[in-house]
T-cell receptor
Framework: AQSVTQPDIHITVSEGASLELRCNYS??????LFWYVQSPGQGLQLLLK??????LVQGIKGFEAEFKRSQSSFNLRKPSVHWSDAAEYFC????????????FGAGTRLAVHP | NAGVTQTPKFRVLKTGQSMTLLCAQD?????MYWYRQDPGMGLRLIHY???????AKGEVPDGYNVSRLKKQNFLLGLESAAPSQTSVYFC??????????FGSGTRLTVV
């Protein structure tokens, strides 16, 4: 069965520092992969997605992610973090059986120090 | 504004009570989903629908029922609430190509 692991529960970075959030997936075929962000008290917003092709994908708010099949990873990066990036980040993979179902990781909570 | 609206936003139930959560979308999407979010567990799919009149079980369907009588509405029911159903519930619509649009959530506490 598909699964998603986000090894870091909490991460704290200083404003202006670079960021990398880790995501590992388990999937038999070529996965459809996603990163979502959740601000406090809000629903989730799509940051970026990978279906095929170029393994480095660009998203909104200056985020990018790189798909590495050999490592079963899809890590999210941002070169310079802003205070407004403080939120919870979820990696997700499309579940089996179609119908666009998503399997989410447990999330990584990002805190940004001024 | 186009989007997904969930009602109510907050609710406290006593064990054994029933309730219905309503999700309404004005995006004309076929697919709709109900997730629950618990600390340290991410979002888990409860039920989903691929179109009006259709529903299917997700990852954690026990204790919940759903209905999709109209394309724009997806209802989640708890027939006999239990403390284990204390959670934040999110409705979503969309596809993986288009991206999901989520509602702002319903925080349910069962005492």
């Amino acid at each position: 069965a598909q699964s998603v692991t986000q090894p870091d529960i909490h991460i704290t970075v200083s404003e202006g520092a670079s960021l990398e959030l880790r995501c590992n997936y388990s999937y038999g075929a070529t996965p459809y992969l996603f990163w979502y962000v959740q601000s406090p008290g809000q629903g989730l917003q799509l940051l970026l997605k990978y279906f095929s092709g170029d393994t480095l994908v660009q998203g909104i708010k200056g985020f990018e992610a790189e798909f590495k099949r050999s490592q079963s990873s899809f890590n999210l990066r941002k070169p310079s973090v802003h205070w407004s990036d403080a939120a919870e980040y979820f990696c997700a993979v499309e579940g089996s059986g179609g119908y666009n179902k998503l399997i989410f990781g447990a999330g990584t909570r990002l805190a940004v120090h001024p | 504004n186009a989007g997904v609206t969930q009602t109510p936003k907050f609710r406290v139930l006593k064990t054994g009570q029933s309730m219905t959560l309503l999700c309404a979308q004005d995006m004309n999407h076929e697919y709709m989903y109900w997730y629950r979010q618990d600390p340290g567990m991410g979002l888990r799919l409860i039920h989903y629908s691929v179109g009006e009149g259709t529903t299917a079980k997700g990852e954690v369907p026990d204790g919940y029922n759903v209905s999709r009588l109209k394309k724009q509405n997806f209802l989640l029911g708890l027939e006999s609430a239990a403390p284990s159903q204390t959670s934040v519930y999110f409705c979503a619509t969309g596809t993986n190509n288009y991206g999901y649009t989520f509602g702002s959530g319903t925080r349910l506490t069962v005492v």
